[in-house]
């Protein structure tokens, strides 16, 4: 049980912090409880199709398939919520004149709230299916359902009481600060997504690390503990990045951040 409820935790925290991010940076916005349940709801139910064909698809991600598909999830993630960024760059000072004025909801552009689907439920495909992926290897073996069942429960629960948390905070934010403190989240958390992808394609040698690690401060936060995969999460942090990897963050950084530049001009 401790097993399950450890997996569990730790994913659906992932994509808790991710979806609470996404909330905090559309808020006001009419339509977005909408649009990021549907994420979910659609995000889950790839998790269960992955769960279906557990077999078949454990053989066929043999060998390279698993980094270069996860590489593949992260990088569109990583374009969805740019898009979003920049199309918010572009009306957010208008978007938050309204809100202070007026309190009410403003409409969002439709290719706007699309990607903020695709971003959502791109993030909780990607922790459900390591979730499946994960605890398949549980009962392999030889837990008990039951008892990967009740883990499940107390995993599922606490991951989404602490993201549940930091949407509260986002929440709290002031207005005229809100749209700029939460562009810089959701920036964050796609170069993190980009240098996580860096280090899936290295792993199938479709990309060269140039150095294998920059740095490594294991010691003083380990990339496993509970505040090293709410970093990881939130600005991409890795205890022993590769060159690659810091180059995939920074350029992700700047591409993104100069476009934002750019829409607010």
Same mark, same amino acid.
């Given at each position: 049980?401790?097993?399950?409820?450890?997996?569990?935790?730790? &994913?659906?925290?992932?994509?808790?912090?991710?979806?609470?991010?996404?909330?905090?940076?559309?808020?006001? #916005?009419?339509?977005?409880?909408?649009?990021?349940?549907?994420?979910? =709801? +659609?995000?889950?139910?790839? =998790?269960?199709?992955?769960?279906?064909?557990?077999?078949?698809?454990?053989? !066929?991600?043999?060998?390279?398939?698993?980094?270069?598909?996860?590489?593949?999830?992260? %990088? *569109?993630?990583?374009?969805?919520?740019?898009? $979003?960024?920049?199309?918010? !760059?572009? $009306?957010?000072?208008?978007?938050?004149? &309204?809100?202070?004025?007026?309190?009410?909801?403003? $409409? %969002?552009?439709?290719?706007?709230?699309?990607?903020?689907?695709?971003?959502?439920? /791109?993030?909780?495909?990607?922790?459900?299916?390591? /979730?499946?992926?994960? %605890?398949?290897?549980?009962? +392999?073996?030889?837990?008990?359902?039951?008892?990967?069942?009740?883990?499940?429960?107390?995993?599922?629960?606490?991951?989404?009481?602490?993201?549940? +948390?930091?949407? #509260?905070?986002?929440?709290? /934010?002031?207005?005229?600060? @809100? @749209?700029?403190? *939460?562009?810089?989240?959701? #920036?964050?958390?796609?170069?993190?997504?980009?240098?996580?992808?860096?280090?899936?394609?290295?792993?199938?040698?479709?990309?060269?690390?140039?150095?294998?690690?920059?740095?490594?401060?294991?010691?003083?936060?380990?990339?496993? !503990?509970?505040?090293?995969?709410?970093?990881?999460? #939130?600005?991409?942090? *890795?205890?022993?990045? !590769?060159?690659?990897?810091?180059? @995939?963050?920074?350029?992700? /950084?700047?591409?993104?951040?100069?476009?934002?530049?750019?829409?607010?001009?």
């Amino acid at each position: 049980m401790i097993a399950s409820a450890i997996i569990v935790f730790r &994913e659906v925290l992932e994509a808790a912090l991710v979806v609470a991010v996404i909330l905090g940076a559309t808020k006001g #916005l009419k339509g977005r409880g909408a649009w990021v349940g549907w994420g979910i =709801a +659609a995000g889950v139910l790839g =998790a269960l199709v992955v769960a279906a064909f557990m077999g078949e698809i454990s053989q !066929s991600l043999s060998g390279v398939g698993q980094p270069i598909f996860e590489a593949s999830v992260l %990088l *569109t993630a990583v374009l969805m919520l740019g898009w $979003h960024n920049i199309w918010m !760059s572009r $009306h957010g000072k208008r978007i938050a004149a &309204e809100l202070k004025r007026m309190g009410s909801e403003v $409409h %969002l552009g439709r290719k706007s709230m699309t990607a903020i689907f695709a971003a959502t439920a /791109i993030a909780v495909l990607r922790e459900g299916s390591e /979730i499946v992926l994960f %605890l398949y290897g549980v009962a +392999a073996n030889g837990a008990g359902a039951w008892s990967i069942l009740a883990g499940g429960v107390l995993g599922l629960a606490g991951g989404a009481a602490v993201g549940f +948390a930091l949407y #509260l905070g986002i929440m709290k /934010i002031p207005v005229r600060y @809100f @749209f700029r403190a *939460t562009g810089w989240m959701i #920036l964050l958390l796609a170069a993190g997504m980009a240098s996580q992808a860096a280090a899936f394609l290295n792993q199938a040698d479709l990309l060269p690390a140039i150095r294998d690690s920059i740095w490594n401060t294991s010691w003083l936060l380990s990339g496993q !503990s509970l505040a090293g995969n709410i970093l990881k999460t #939130l600005v991409g942090y *890795t205890p022993d990045p !590769s060159a690659m990897q810091l180059v @995939f963050y920074a350029g992700t /950084i700047l591409v993104i951040g100069g476009l934002m530049k750019l829409a607010q001009e």
